[in-house]
């Protein structure tokens, strides 16, 4: 049998939400099907920060690396899901220290029990920077967390993605992790080569792990 796939990427689409401010979901109908256009072909409007995304360094650091600079390896591998439902503003050391045992270098954590795919959520939760600092001391290379930042939604500062910055780790923001139970899997969440972007969009899928 084929492993299991989760499709943990929210839809976009127009109307999908975005940060405050941030350019939303637009298509248009560059060439449609008629007689001498053989072809439907959109042009799209949007911010890479859209649906499921990976930040780029540069994304918090003005001399930060771009998105397409970036080593794919992060982003392909074994992975985590582990859950800390509704447990607060910040993910906490202690909502996750039941599964950190053997960790792998890819965590994910579900905070909603069910992703508001569908409007803004300024009340997200977001990591504890001293959490990320833990889960990097156990060899953490990506974090991810199912809503749109890893820090507060008024932050000004972005303390979590400091410290991602000072451990040049890599960060997946804005998964769908409803249907997916606590544990390990192939994470597969690959961003698009844009040279000079600050973050990509990126359709992350979870793999059932399989015995050798």
Same mark, same amino acid.
């Given at each position: 049998?084929?492993?299991?796939i989760?499709d943990?990427?929210? *839809?976009?689409?127009?109307?999908?939400?975005?940060? *405050?401010? #941030?350019? *939303?979901?637009?298509?248009?109908?560059?060439?449609?099907?008629?007689?001498?256009?053989?072809?439907?072909?959109?042009?799209?409007?949007?911010s890479?920060?859209?649906g499921?995304?990976?930040?780029?360094?540069?994304?918090?650091?003005?001399?930060?690396?771009?998105?397409?600079?970036?080593d794919?390896?992060?982003?392909?591998?074994?992975?985590?899901?582990?859950h800390?439902?509704?447990?607060?503003?910040?993910?906490?050391?202690?909502h996750i220290?039941?599964?950190?045992?053997r960790?792998?270098?890819?965590?994910?954590?579900?905070?909603y029990?069910?992703?508001?795919?569908?409007?803004? #959520?300024?009340?997200?939760?977001?990591y504890?920077?001293?959490?990320?600092?833990?889960?990097?001391?156990?060899?953490?290379?990506?974090?991810?967390?199912?809503?749109?930042?890893i820090?507060p939604?008024?932050?000004?500062?972005?303390?979590?993605?400091?410290v991602?910055r000072r451990?040049?780790l890599?960060?997946?923001?804005?998964?769908?992790?409803?249907?997916v139970?606590?544990?390990?899997y192939?994470?597969?969440?690959l961003?698009?080569?844009?040279?000079?972007? #600050?973050?990509?969009?990126?359709?992350?899928?979870?793999?059932?792990l399989?015995?050798?």
């Amino acid at each position: 049998m084929n492993p299991r796939i989760w499709d943990i990427s929210p *839809p976009v689409h127009e109307g999908a939400p975005v940060f *405050p401010g #941030d350019t *939303p979901y637009r298509q248009r109908w560059a060439a449609t099907i008629a007689p001498g256009c053989p072809v439907n072909v959109s042009e799209i409007t949007l911010s890479p920060h859209v649906g499921a995304h990976a930040d780029a360094p540069l994304h918090y650091d003005a001399e930060g690396a771009t998105i397409g600079a970036l080593d794919l390896s992060p982003y392909l591998g074994p992975c985590r899901v582990i859950h800390a439902i509704a447990r607060g503003p910040l993910v906490e050391w202690a909502h996750i220290a039941h599964a950190v045992e053997r960790l792998p270098p890819r965590v994910l954590v579900r905070t909603y029990q069910r992703a508001p795919v569908d409007r803004w #959520d300024g009340a997200l939760a977001a990591y504890a920077p001293a959490t990320i600092e833990r889960l990097a001391a156990l060899g953490a290379k990506l974090i991810g967390i199912d809503t749109a930042s890893i820090d507060p939604a008024d932050s000004k500062t972005l303390d979590s993605h400091q410290v991602i910055r000072r451990l040049d780790l890599r960060v997946l923001e804005n998964l769908v992790l409803d249907e997916v139970p606590e544990g390990d899997y192939e994470l597969i969440a690959l961003p698009l080569k844009l040279v000079t972007a #600050d973050a990509s969009p990126v359709r992350a899928v979870l793999r059932e792990l399989t015995s050798p």
